[in-house]
Antibody, heavy 129, light 109 residues
């Protein structure tokens, strides 16, 4: 079974550091991108960034660049999301998701469609003094 | 940055109703559009990709259409288990950008 299992809930104080994890199993981990998605309380989904597990190439949404760091250790099929100095506004649920590329024909030409097809269970991060 | 706008933000419907949710992109994205369903306390679930292709295992009452900037998700006959929040997502500029719309909450009337 293909799955992503995330680390447990965290309660931190402002200014503290944090690293949460997402471990993949049941598929070739190094052949896919993994994305991180934030969901603040009562709000919608925001993609934060993605990492290619094979070579750790990482791309961030501009609004998250410099605010978080995404990394991977393919030897243990795990991707991380970390903060060096948490703020109360980082309080949210964080999901990791596998990004799968699907090739479909559009007319005669193949096109590559990306989807988030397997999701972790989410990690709740609460930042409060 | 491609922006995705969904409407309505919420709707009330009854079991058996036909429900349509719309999603508009700020620029043409061809058919690079995904739909997800999220139930309270759960991770999102992929329903549709490439605007109209059903993910394996998704009931046939779900359908998607559209191209360019305007898209829709239709549930032909709403079931109890369909009450949830639905999100569109563009993948035109992926990787990396996989921008979501703001969501549409489907509630019981």
């Amino acid at each position: 079974e293909v799955q992503l299992v995330q680390s447990g809930a965290e309660v931190k104080k402002p200014g503290e550091s944090l690293k949460i994890s997402c471990k993949g199993s049941g598929y070739t981990f190094s052949s896919h991108w993994i994305g991180w998605v934030r969901q603040m309380p009562g709000k919608g989904l925001e993609w934060m960034g993605i990492i290619y597990a094979g070579d750790s190439e990482t791309r961030y949404r501009p609004s998250f660049k410099g605010q978080v760091t995404i990394s991977a250790d393919k030897s243990i099929s795990t991707v991380y999301l970390q903060w060096s100095s948490l703020k109360a506004s980082d309080t949210a649920m964080y999901y990791c998701a596998r990004v799968r590329g699907i090739t479909l024909l559009r007319g005669r030409d193949p096109s590559l469609y990306y989807v988030m097809d397997v999701w972790g269970q989410g990690t709740t991060v609460t930042v409060s003094s | 940055d491609i922006r995705m706008t969904q409407s309505p933000s919420s709707l009330s419907a009854s079991v058996g109703d036909r429900v349509t949710i719309t999603c508009r992109a700020s620029q043409s994205i061809s058919n690079f559009l995904n739909w997800y369903q999220q139930k309270p306390g759960k991770a999102p679930k992929l329903l549709i990709y490439a605007a109209s292709t059903l993910e394996r295992g998704v009931p046939l009452r779900f359908s998607g259409s559209g191209s360019g900037t305007d898209f829709s998700l239709t549930i032909s006959s709403l079931q109890l288990e369909d009450f949830a929040t639905y999100y569109c997502q563009q993948s035109y500029s992926a990787p990396p950008a996989l921008t979501f719309g703001g969501g549409t909450k489907v509630e019981i009337k």
